[in-house]
């Protein structure tokens, strides 16, 4: 019997649009996972692949959406300014529902787990029912991206903060199990440019959150066996920077390629 | 004889909370053989480590410059940009420091702090006690990233908001005290109060993580209704609250005595 896969997405923000260059990895070798996870724009892309969509159907749907500051980059100072967060209005859900070919949980190609973490008491919740869209765009909620999502008990917000690369959820479902790391690198950071990032008080915070991220993972990788750990280093200006998409997804070509060679001997 | 291991949590004026526990440790006569500490832990664990004694502490800190009246975190931004916040935490840390490096210290010590440039944890257990602390207190909005051999660095809350794990194999009984609290309210959320809830969210995780990695013999979570990380002028409100929990706190030291 040949081995089963699960593949967890992680990103909290744009970053996690890498993702779709390692679904295109798998394709090309025709690999199909028979389960996978994801939070933040990570949820977005996972969801998407249960649905049955390709990486050719996820770029013509992030060439469909039309990013609020079109072909410049996101702000942060306008992020900071906005009350409930920049995509708020967009109507996600809806759009989301209009866009994945299939709805509910139950009809998906492979199963689905979704990470999103309660606003009220921080504890993390996993979507494995009902409806994608509903999942999707509690997962999804980054603060400063979109609203909370509200339902009637409780608010949702992005689950990275909580499970970065929800790979645990999946674990005890798959016999390899692959997770997908993007991260924002600014490689020719110079430390001089480190503190004046820093007197700017928003990207210091959101170092301070990197930070804790990181950790986070560390400490989970420590209770979790993982076959193919997959780190990827994505290089733009922020989490918002939506607009760099295709960028995102050209530098991963040299990676994949090693990617897929890990795949195929840990599949084997 | 059993070895008490104590990590003090940050949580700026919080912090005040970790004086009433060690002198709840004091009358049990308990001398912890370790300590660590982020941020205003980090700072009453080198006063402690360095011989001051609980309420001495509690003394100085009613009379520090800027302790009675609070401020917000946008003021403290306001003074971060003209380097006023540093510049005054660093003087007074050097006024109140007996010791000036690790290898002083009465008791073992190990600072935390965050690495910005590697976005890792430090632990700090030599050199400079001053450099290191001042690493260990820059909370983003505040005080700005500390220069230490060559890295930047900023408050360790960010990486082990209470650093028991650190001193776990160094102690028989560990002793953790966090006054972290940081979760919002629960009404509407707007983007900050979201983005504060994400934070208190992977504090969480990661502090109950690590708790499953490391054992904790006795583990105090107190809370402090309206008491913001830089209201410093709430420092007497925060001790009033702590000394109402410390009989509890005693309770439980007692069996392991």
Redesign the interface.
């Known amino acids: 019997m040949s081995k089963t896969l699960g593949v967890a997405f992680g990103g909290g923000g744009a970053e996690g649009i890498a993702g779709i260059a390692y679904v295109r990895a798998l394709e090309e070798m025709g690999i199909q996972p028979d389960i996978v996870s994801g939070t933040g724009v990570g949820s977005v892309i996972a969801a998407m692949y249960a649905a049955g969509m390709t990486s050719a159907d996820m770029i013509a749907f992030l060439d469909d959406v039309n990013f609020p500051g079109a072909k410049r980059p996101i702000n942060e100072n306008k ?1 900071k300014d ?4 920049i995509l708020d209005d967009m109507g996600l859900e809806e759009y989301f529902q209009i866009v994945v070919p299939v709805k509910i949980f139950d009809r998906l190609y492979f199963p689905l787990k979704i990470v999103a ?8 919740v996993v979507f494995t029912e009902g409806s994608v869209g509903t999942a999707v765009r509690a997962g999804v ?1 980054i ?2 991206v979109f ?2 999502h ?1 339902t009637e008990e409780t ?1 949702y ?2 689950g990275s ?3 970065p690369v929800p790979f645990d959820t999946i674990r005890n479902d798959c016999d390899v199990l692959v997770c997908i790391d993007p991260e924002i690198v600014h490689a020719e950071d110079e ?1 001089e440019e ?2 004046e990032l ?2 700017n ?1 928003f990207p ?2 959101k ?10 993972k560390a ?2 990788r ?2 979790c066996e993982i076959e193919v750990y997959e780190n990827v280093p994505v290089d733009i200006i922020n989490m918002y920077d939506f607009v760099q998409y295709q960028e995102i997804l050209d530098s991963q070509q040299e990676r994949v390629e090693n990617f897929k060679s890990k795949i195929a001997e840990a599949m084997s | 004889m059993k070895r008490f291991g104590v990590a003090l949590g940050g949580g700026g004026a919080r912090g005040a909370a970790h004086i009433a526990y060690l002198k709840a440790m004091e009358e049990l006569g308990i001398t912890p053989c370790i300590i660590s500490g982020t941020s205003s832990g980090a700072v009453i664990g080198a006063l402690y480590a360095g011989g001051m004694s609980p309420d001495d502490m509690l003394a100085m800190l009613k009379n520090m410059p800027g302790g009675k009246k609070s401020s917000g975190i946008m003021k403290s ?1 306001a003074r ?2 003209k380097n006023l916040m540093p510049m005054a935490a660093k003087k007074m840390l050097d006024g109140i420091l007996s010791s000036k490096t690790f290898g002083e210290l009465r008791i073992p010590l190990k600072v935390v702090a ?4 590697t ?3 430090r632990v700090f257990t030599d050199g400079s006690l001053l450099d290191a602390l001042m690493c260990s207190i820059a909370l ?2 505040t005080i ?2 500390q ?1 230490y051999d ?3 660095y ?2 360790g ?4 908001i209470v650093p028991f794990d650190i001193i776990r194999d160094e102690c028989d009984i560990l002793v953790a005290i966090d006054v972290s609290q940081v ?1 919002p309210n ?1 009404r ?4 900050q109060t ?2 504060a ?10 502090i109950s ?2 708790m ?2 490391s054992k904790v013999d006795v583990l105090e979570r107190p809370t402090f209704e309206g008491v913001g990380t830089m209201e410093f002028g709430k420092i007497n409100q925060v001790y009033k609250r702590a000394e109402e929990l410390v009989p509890d706190f005693k309770r439980k030291l007692e069996k392991f005595i």
Do not use: H
Request: negative net charge.
């Open positions: 992020v906005s009350k409930y967060g973490a309660d606003y009220v008491d921080g504890s993390e909620s603060p400063g609203s909370p509200e608010f917000i992005d903060c909580v499970n430390p480190q503190i820093s007197l008080v210091a915070f170092g301070a959150f990197d930070a804790a991220k990181k950790a986070l400490e989970k420590k209770s | 931004i971060i940009k965050t690495n910005v440039n976005l890792k944890e983003p909005g700005l990233p220069m060559d890295q930047y900023i408050d809350g960010a990486t082990n979760r629960t509407k959320p707007t983007m979201a983005q809830a994400e934070w208190a969210a992977t504090q969480e995780t990661l993580l690590k499953a990695g």
